[in-house]
């Protein structure tokens, strides 16, 4: 229907509601592509019809036959075209799927890969980031599509996502044996880890301290969602989706001065209607008499 929509001109879209009639019959009378049948031949049974059709009797055959007839046939009618939209509408999803699996490349994940899980932010969330900055590590795949992730560290329990849920950056987790001695010496208290990128090779260090998992843990215990204070929250300002005008009336009854302007000239044009219209009688009266 949107589509349709989008077929008005400029003009009738100020005003869509009034064209629905009309648009959601050419909807229901139009074949579509997936079943091969229109909407209302599969709700009905029949073909919709005007009244142009009944002055032009083109439904002639119908009305000779007999109740019982009619319903027999009508009920073959339409199991026949049920069947037939159901074969069409597999045959169209296969061919869909088909074409959809031509361009559509899997790319499984390695184990160690760097990743970031989906942000599902409480309330409203949609301008917020689509990913969680906090980088995770690829330790397993158990199954199809499913992956098992633990923080890019080591640290925390591991858990298991869709390919959905995740995002690939490229890198690839340097595993402990890779490290130099060096870092694996290192005095720090803080969990740190290394990657690598997978394109061009070139290693970085990160680290994910506790401070970072309290602040985190914190920033999530004091969100609150936003709760708005107008006082007409939550009731619509047109709920039967009336149509609107387009011309924006402009009304002086708000502005007190323009409205005591607007007052004074109508008196005064009062004044000067009576005062011409009495000259006039008077005039017309003194020659009626003379």
Wanted: hydrophobic share 25%.
């Amino acid at each position: 229907m949107h589509n349709i929509l989008r077929t008005l001109s400029p003009q009738q879209k100020r005003k869509w509601p009034e064209h629905l009639p009309e648009l959601v019959y050419a909807y229901n009378a139009t074949i579509h592509s997936s079943t091969g049948y229109t909407p209302y031949f599969l709700m009905f049974g029949r073909d919709p019809t005007l009244p142009v059709d009944h002055l032009l009797r083109t439904n002639i055959a119908e009305e000779n036959k007999s109740v019982d007839e009619y319903l027999e046939k009508h009920k073959k009618r339409l199991k026949e075209a049920m069947d037939i939209a159901r074969r069409n509408l597999d045959e169209n999803a296969e061919r869909r799927r088909d074409q959809y699996n031509r361009t559509a490349k899997e790319k499984p994940l390695a184990v160690g890969a760097r990743v970031l899980t989906r942000n599902r932010v409480q309330g409203r969330n949609k301008i917020q980031d689509i990913w969680n900055p906090t980088p995770y590590k690829n330790v397993a795949a158990p199954g199809n599509n499913v992956y098992t992730i633990q923080l890019a560290d080591g640290s925390g329990p591991s858990k298991n996502v869709t390919r959905r849920e995740i995002y690939d950056t490229g890198d690839m987790i340097v595993s402990d044996n890779e490290r130099s001695t060096s870092d694996l010496d290192s005095d720090t208290d803080d969990s740190s880890y290394t990657y690598r990128n997978a394109h061009n090779g070139a290693t970085q260090e990160g680290s994910h301290t506790d401070d970072d998992d309290e602040e985190e843990t914190s920033r999530a215990s004091s969100f609150k969602p936003r709760k708005t204070t107008r006082s007409t929250a939550g009731k619509h300002s047109n709920p039967h989706n009336l149509p609107r005008s387009a011309i924006r009336t402009q009304t002086l009854m708000n502005d007190q001065n323009s409205f005591k302007k607007l007052s004074e000239a109508v008196a005064n044009l009062g004044a000067t209607l009576g005062n011409s219209l009495g000259a006039t009688l008077s005039q017309a009266w003194a020659q009626y008499n003379n």
